[in-house]
């Protein structure tokens, strides 16, 4: 327990980047995908 809490302690940051960079690439993605089926 105290080994998790401890890995999430030290990199909240770098998660937190890398998570909100893929939603952003998700986004795209399906942003594009979206736009090319109504065209």
């Known amino acids: 327990m105290t080994a998790k809490v401890k890995t999430i302690d030290l990199y909240p ?9 893929d939603a952003l690439i998700y986004d795209n993605f399906c942003y ?8």
């Open 32 to 39: 594009k995908r979206s736009d090319d089926v109504e065209h």
């Open 13 to 21: 940051m770098q998660r937190a980047q890398r998570d909100f960079r």
